[in-house]
């Protein structure tokens, strides 16, 4: 079966400090990748997905950055954090489509959740 | 704008009500999901619906996709308080696979 883990899941940073957040898929090969972000327990922004490696598209320009060095590893960082970097990201992957028949559905498995605080 | 509006936004209701919480949308998706959160931790995904007008049933949630594909509703029968949670809608437009979510539906069922 599939599994996804996300960490740390708890990180408290100041200002201007670096981050990186490190997400992994196991039992899957290939996956589409994504990084988000949860405001207040809320809707979920889309900050970054990746369909393969050292592919990455970024949706929303920011302070942040992702890379995904190998198939199933999506790293999620940033140089110089600020305040309003603090929130809960949360990584998922999903099926790449594969064939014309296929149905995109478009289902998300996510990882647990880390949750930033910038001070 | 909001491509997925949820209502209502905050739910709270006693053990045993029924509650109905909707997904609406001026576009068509090719498909919704619905996916329940917990405090701190990761949304899951509870369903996909995929054809216009679709109902399926997960115990006692019943989800139902629009005719139109626009809009989609989850019906739970006798709340009970492990159903406590962030309720979020979300789709895919057209044919592209990154999903659009909607704010979210705070449900708290009070024994």
């Known amino acids: 079966s599939q599994t996804i883990h996300q960490w740390p899941a708890t990180l408290v940073q100041p200002v201007g400090s670096p981050l990186s957040l490190e997400c992994t898929v196991e039992g899957t090969s290939n996956p589409n990748l994504y990084w988000y972000r949860q405001a207040a327990g809320r809707g979920l922004q889309l900050l970054f997905y990746?369909?393969?490696?050292?592919?990455i598209s970024s949706e929303v320009p920011q302070n942040l950055s992702a890379s995904r060095p190998q198939d199933r590893q999506f790293i999620l960082s940033s140089k110089k954090l600020l305040l309003s970097d603090s929130g809960f990201y949360l990584c998922?992957?999903?099926?790449?489509?594969?064939?014309?028949?296929?149905?995109?559905?478009?289902?998300?498995?996510f990882g647990e959740g880390s949750r930033l605080t910038v001070l | 704008t909001q491509l997925l509006e949820q209502s209502p936004q905050f739910l709270s209701i006693q053990e045993g009500e029924n509650l109905t919480v909707y997904c609406n949308s001026s576009s068509v998706f090719s498909s919704l999901q619905w996916y329940r959160q917990e405090p701190g931790e990761g949304p899951v995904l509870l369903v996909t619906?995929?054809?216009?007008?679709e109902v399926k049933k997960l115990k006692r949630l019943t989800f139902q996709f629009g005719d139109a594909r626009k809009d989609s509703s989850l019906h739970i029968t006798a709340a009970q308080p492990g159903d406590t949670g962030l309720y979020l809608c979300a789709g895919v437009p057209g044919s592209n696979y990154k999903l659009t979510f909607g704010k979210g539906t705070l449900l708290t069922v009070n024994p």
């Open positions: 998922a992957w999903s099926v790449i489509p594969r064939g014309p028949t296929l149905r995109v559905s478009g289902e998300l498995f």
């Open positions: 619906v995929v054809t216009g007008g």
């Open positions: 990746s369909v393969g490696i050292g592919q």
